[in-house]
């Protein structure tokens, strides 16, 4: 064999092995769960078999998985974390400053007690490490093949103190939220081993069959689908009755390709549904009463939210969505949404749903770890609820785009000095309030500043690419980043950079006006450390909008057209230059405002000396 061919072949296997490794692949799970479950005492008993495909390039020789039930005692990190953030925790998990935790009873504590575990029907040594087991393999699973884990447990439900629990504030028997050993994800990153302190999830997407033995008087809503109906709703003698359990029936379900299986119980939950013509049977659990007599009127709405983001980002992928009355606010799961049902207006009802709704697409659909990455969840989803929010709810008052709130608030809590960067991991977070602007409030203004660069057109497109390319899988900010760049033509590796990973802030205003005898001239300044393309308005006297973009000479292409049609394209700002100067072919007897952003999506945080009203 010649030298050349030698080395030829060498090179071709140096890169085929080198593109394997690094090509995206996501791992599979099917989970069948067996669970009886004691009302009186609430707690169950469970088993399991999951049958787990390795499709990664690494041969596995151990794999973790998720006891979020643990977390619910005193003592817990969930505890110590809330005692040590009295002041500045999330309030939902604490009372009169105190952890709800610190005192709990042991009889409302949570916990799993793992009895054992196989691998292909031989046991196996497992490590309990609080709310998460380390499963030592006995045999190692090759890249592309697949191992059967099976154990049993016992469970004892805790009182509801953060999303999962029994006997919620509105009187819910049994929220079944992260109930059962759940598979934790491997990827590119390793295993996802976050200890649950409270916020969010990450898992593979896997298949679920779930048998729940429960006292015949127990309606369950859950993220799924039911297969047995006619047996336990009552429409026959149900066939599953034992006799030594004649009170009990056992509800069967099955999903397909989620990331978690959900549910609730009470013994007072009326269940509805109605289709959405073109997508998903929708399906309401909840109880009846005047304080929740919004949820009739709110399906016609829910009808609508479905058809608008099928229509702006993409189809809903499942045949079912249960809106479930049971939890502490809000929080999204497979299929499911589990939201508190008691409110005072039917805006304020739909406003939950339709932020739990558009987790389907942004964090079920598009999969991203929210607890390493929470603001591409939280942020987007709140994107899409406002978004759609604006359109079926109109202001009163007419506003300049569904966002403005979301950047009146994140002005307001700028000022108070406490925000931390995005980029930092969801359960990390010093301070509660600087969590929720950083995940929710930055993570929605990420698309509106986007929106803002790149004009509303490409953004649009970029959405739709987002999920048309990453639907069903587990995509991360590089990959969103390369679409949006891919589209706009432009480099935007900067903002991405000075809005997520730090707390820089937007400024700019106008420094000084010169009325010329044919034109006018504007002097521009950067008084803010991150810095970002300018739309300069004009409105005329005779009410016409023109808009002269300024390009960032980081971006390195300008958009063309944008909400105000075209653009007068100028020469690019440098980001290290302060002051830019701008003349515009309008007197000031033509002129009646000018200004920077009359769209008002730049997130300037000093935007009072922005507008000039020309006198």
């Not at 959405?276 to 929708?282: A, M």
């Not at 949006?484 to 990973?501: E, P, R, T, V």
Request: glycine share 6%; with cysteine; proline share 4%.
């Amino acid at each position: 064999m010649g030298k050349n061919l030698l080395a030829g072949i060498l090179i071709f296997v140096f890169v085929l092995g080198f593109s394997q490794k690094g090509a995206y692949y996501q791992q599979k799970a099917k989970y069948k769960i067996d669970v009886d479950i004691d009302v009186n005492n609430f707690t169950y008993e469970g088993q399991q078999d999951i049958e787990y495909t390795n499709n990664s390039p690494d041969e596995l020789n151990v794999i973790y998985m998720h006891l979020y039930w643990n977390a619910f005692k005193s003592g817990s990190m969930m505890d110590q974390r809330v005692r040590s953030q009295a002041k500045n925790g999330d309030k939902r998990l604490q009372k009169g400053g105190i952890s709800r935790l610190a005192n709990i009873p042991p009889d409302q504590e949570g916990f799993q007690h793992i009895h054992w575990v196989t691998q292909n029907g031989k046991p196996v040594k497992f490590e309990i490490q609080e709310t998460l087991m380390k499963v030592y393999l006995n045999e190692t699973i090759p890249p592309g093949s697949s191992t059967v884990l099976s154990m049993e447990w016992d469970a004892h439900i805790p009182m509801q103190i953060r999303r999962s629990g029994r006997n919620n504030k509105e009187g819910i028997d049994l929220t079944m939220t992260q109930w059962y050993p759940k598979i934790s994800e491997y990827d590119y990153d390793g295993w996802a081993t976050f200890d649950y302190i409270g916020r969010e999830f990450h898992a593979p997407f896997s298949d679920f069959d779930v048998h729940i033995k429960i006292d015949k008087n127990y309606i369950i809503g859950a993220g799924g689908q039911l297969e047995n109906p006619s047996e336990v709703l009552g429409y026959t003698s149900s066939a599953t009755i034992n006799a030594d359990q004649k009170n009990k029936v056992v509800w069967k379900w099955t999903a397909k390709n989620i990331l978690d299986f959900a549910w609730a119980a009470d013994r007072d939950y009326s269940v509805e549904e109605f289709s959405v013509l073109g997508g998903p049977k929708v399906y309401f659990v909840y109880q009846k009463s005047d304080k929740t007599k919004y949820w009739e009127e709110a399906k016609s709405y829910v009808t609508k939210f479905f058809q608008m983001m099928e229509t702006q980002f993409g189809a809903y992928a499942w045949p079912n969505y249960t809106f479930i009355q049971g939890g502490d606010g809000g929080m999204e799961y497979g299929m499911c949404s589990i939201i508190l049902g008691e409110t005072d207006s039917l805006k304020n009802l739909c406003d939950t749903m339709f932020h739990e709704g558009a987790h389907s697409w942004y964090q079920q659909m598009l999969a991203t770890n929210e607890s390493v990455r929470p603001w591409m969840d939280e942020g987007f989803a709140s994107y899409a609820q406002h978004y759609i929010l604006n359109q079926l709810f109109p202001p009163l008052k007419p506003e300049p785009n569904p966002f403005i709130n979301t950047l009146y608030d994140y002005r307001k809590f700028i000022r108070t000095g406490k925000e931390e960067p995005a980029s930092w991991l969801g359960d990390h977070h010093d301070d509660g309030t600087a969590y929720t602007y950083a995940s929710y409030i930055k993570g929605e203004l990420f698309l509106v500043q986007l929106g803002y660069i790149m004009g509303e057109q490409n953004l649009s497109k970029v959405l739709k690419q987002y999920y048309e390319e990453w639907n069903m899988k587990h995509p991360t900010d590089r990959d969103f980043m390369h679409i949006a760049q891919k589209i706009s033509g432009m480099d935007l590796k900067w903002f991405h950079n000075y809005w997520i990973n730090t707390t820089k802030t937007i400024d700019y205003s106008i420094k000084s006006v010169k009325y010329n005898i044919a034109s006018t001239t504007i002097t521009l300044v950067n008084n803010g450390s991150l810095p970002m393309p300018i739309d300069f308005n004009i409105l005329t006297k005779n009410r016409e909008i023109l808009t002269f973009h300024i390009p960032l000479n980081m971006m390195r292409t300008p958009k063309e057209k944008d909400i105000y049609g075209s653009i007068n394209v100028m020469p690019y700002w440098n980001w290290t230059q302060k002051e830019y100067e701008i003349t515009v072919p309008y007197t000031k007897s033509q002129i009646q405002a000018m200004g920077i952003d009359f769209s008002q999506r730049l997130a300037d945080v000093n935007p009072e000396d922005n507008i000039i009203e020309v006198k």
